[in-house]
């Protein structure tokens, strides 16, 4: 798998290889974070959630890591499949409250076969 | 999405013209928003409702009106449209704000100002 840059809105990685999808987050009060894929022509879908009592939840062939003292958030999908070819978005809020979920700018996932 | 629906899918509007985007759901759930999603933005907030006639703004809403007169439906309108509106624009629903496994969103509505 390939790291990138907080800054770096694509990825391309090789059909099997891990991924890692990195996010900045700027609020120290948020609470609660999702990682969402976004298919060409759809809206986005929710993938996997976390929150700020956890540093870690697994999903299906995907993982979340959550550094707080960094404010750093992590998607890491294992072996990679072409059907995971999308824009990638995190998103925070504070969890309690009427406070709308605040979306990153996303990064384009690229899988090659 | 099941459950959500946005209409129109694609419109093309003059500058200056009044639009209405509609967004309904079947889900009874209390929240709906309008996000609007722009190349190197992502997801910006036009407005949002946490109940029938319940609304408040967010990051991106100047030029943008929003009413909610029934649980199901939530309207955006852009009074005047400019060239800066031309946007994709999403509509979301959830049950609580901002938890259990967050938005479910529409399809989306492809909006061209000419």
């Known amino acids: 798998g390939e790291s990138v840059g907080l800054h770096l809105p694509t990825l391309s990685v090789q059909e099997g290889d891990n991924s890692i999808i990195n996010c900045a987050y700027s609020?120290?009060?948020?609470?609660?974070f999702i990682w969402y894929k976004q298919e060409s022509g759809k809206g986005p879908q929710f993938i996997i959630d976390?929150?700020?009592?956890?540093d870690k939840r697994q999903g299906q062939r995907v993982t979340v890591l959550l550094n707080k003292t960094v404010k750093h958030l992590s998607l890491q999908i294992a072996a990679t499949q072409p059907g995971d070819s999308a824009v990638y978005f995190c998103?925070?809020?504070?969890?309690?409250?009427?406070?709308?979920?605040?979306f990153g700018k996303g990064t384009r996932l690229s899988v090659i076969a | 999405d099941a459950g959500i629906t946005q209409s129109p899918r694609h419109k093309v509007t003059e500058t200056g013209t009044p639009v209405t985007l509609r967004c309904h759901q079947t889900?009874?759930?209390?929240?709906m928003y309008w996000y609007r999603q722009d190349p190197g933005h992502g997801l910006r907030l036009i407005h949002y409702?946490?109940?029938?006639?319940?609304?408040d703004k967010g990051e991106v809403s100047d030029g943008y009106s929003v009413s909610r007169s029934k649980t199901e439906d939530f309207l955006l309108t852009l009074e005047s449209a400019t060239s800066s509106q031309t946007s994709v624009y999403f509509c979301?629903?959830?049950?609580?704000?901002?938890?259990?496994?967050?938005?479910?969103f529409g399809s989306g509505t492809r909006l061209t100002v000419v």
């Open positions: 409702s946490y109940g029938v006639k319940d609304t």
């Open positions: 979301a629903i959830s049950e609580s704000a901002g938890e259990l496994y967050g938005y479910t």
């Open positions: 889900e009874n759930h209390r929240y």
């Open positions: 998103a925070e809020t504070r969890g309690s409250g009427n406070t709308p979920l605040v």
């Open positions: 609020n120290s009060a948020s609470d609660y």
């Open positions: 976390i929150r700020s009592n956890m």
